[in-house]
């Protein structure tokens, strides 16, 4: 059902199929504002709402850097994801 929804006939990879992919792995997302996180992706919703585990957040300093902070589990809403790197390890390439 769900998986049907998301194709189309011209082979054309649609954006909740790619998050569908990412499922199990790791995600380096960026944020409107000043926030990026990364995380594994345990499951979203049509909104791109995520449930991500073992997530690094990334908030940028005013005075430059970063203050980081490590959570067990969150759910992201979609509304203010500006960009997704499939298996990117973070602003700092590390994660």
């Known amino acids: 059902g769900r998986d049907m929804a998301r194709r189309n ?14 499922v199990g792995s790791k995600l380096w997302i960026i944020m409107k504002g000043d926030k990026e996180l990364v995380g594994t992706l345990r499951g979203f919703d049509d909104y791109v709402n ?11 300093n005013p005075e430059g850097g970063y203050r980081v902070t490590k959570l067990e589990q969150i759910l992201l809403n979609g509304n203010n994801i500006c960009l997704l790197v499939p298996g990117g390890e973070g602003p700092l390439g590390t994660a």
């Open 9 to 22: 006939t011209a082979g054309q990879l649609l954006p909740l199929e790619l998050i569908d992919r990412c």
């Open 50 to 60: 995520m449930v991500l585990d073992d997530v690094t957040e990334y908030e940028i």
